[in-house]
């Protein structure tokens, strides 16, 4: 494989560079039945580290690593976090070094959205019909879990709780679950996280379907610590576009359904912060 001049650029090389940091890990898109492919895609990423100056990139990624973590360590190299929790509860603690282009169904470039999903067989056709049902949702720090649901919700609330009942489980595939089970009406998720469900756990997901969109939001980027020096980021960014454009890494892109990875821009998050402040001046500043 080719490599372009800026590979032998001497700020890079090994002698001047401090300790890798030792966290990675992919914890937004990681059922079980993933992790070969979110390995695959790891080590693609590592490789081309290594290819650049980074050669001691941990050669493992951390699955126990939950979605929504207490903190962005300091010593994190790699993860991929939400965009509203970047905006509010991680604000500081992470640099952004790529967005991913999914090819899914309701993304267009470097976007996703939440999906209102309900039992297949359910009566609901719009989103008002879900008024006085009860709803399950991951976290109440999460973007397409919470903040999208809540700013589609704000139209129809007219001021007071929409819901019958509303319960935080801490997990949107397992809210995909607890609604096929009929343990719940109605929950909304992240549209990849739906694609991959659907892909890995078929049985389940034949008996739900996609009831409306919310609005759009930036992908979930990939980012490494606020820590992370110029040169550190500057690596990071440059791995990701090869793994993002090599024919080499093409089993690796499928293996998460990438069609590309971008660069972005860390002012592209701040509409997750409209979508709060339209909600509140709708009247309804809290999912309810």
Avoid at 7 to 21: E, F, H, V, Y
Avoid at 51 to 70: C, K, M
Avoid at 191 to 220: C, D, E, G, M, W
Avoid at 267 to 288: K, M, W
Wanted: proline content about 8%.
């Amino acid at each position: 494989m080719s490599h372009d001049p800026a590979d032998t650029d001497p700020r890079l090389s090994p002698g001047t560079r401090a300790k890798t940091a030792t966290r990675v890990s992919l914890p937004m898109y990681n059922l079980p039945e993933m992790r070969a492919q979110n390995d695959a895609f790891w080590k693609a990423v590592r490789t081309e580290l290594k290819r650049i100056g980074i050669d001691d990139a941990p050669s493992e990624l951390d699955f126990a690593r939950v979605p929504v973590p207490e903190r962005i360590e300091s010593d994190t190299l790699f993860t991929q976090v939400c965009g509203y929790p970047l905006q509010t509860i991680f604000r500081g603690q992470a640099t952004l070094i790529g967005a991913p282009v999914y090819d899914v169904e309701h993304c267009a470039p470097a976007t996703h959205v939440g999906v209102f999903v309900v039992q297949r067989a359910a009566r609901y056709g719009r989103l008002a019909d879900l008024r006085g049902c009860h709803f399950v949702f991951n976290s109440r720090h999460s973007n397409s879990g919470m903040n999208l649901p809540r700013r589609a919700l704000a139209e129809l609330a007219g001021g007071r709780p929409f819901f019958n009942g509303i319960a935080e489980t801490h997990s949107q595939p397992g809210n995909l679950e607890r609604v096929a089970r009929g343990e719940a009406d109605a929950t909304c998720v992240d549209s990849i996280t739906y694609a991959f469900f659907a892909r890995h756990r078929p049985q389940i997901a034949n008996k739900l379907r996609i009831l409306v969109p919310t609005p759009p939001s930036p992908s979930i980027p990939f980012v490494t610590s606020s820590a992370a020096d110029s040169k550190t980021v500057e690596t990071l960014r440059r791995a990701l576009q090869r793994v993002a454009k090599a024919p080499e890494w093409a089993a690796a892109r499928a293996g998460l359904l990438l069609k590309d990875i971008v660069p972005v821009e860390e002012g592209a998050y701040a509409a997750l912060l409209d979508y709060e402040r339209e909600a509140a001046a709708l009247g309804y500043p809290v999912l309810c």
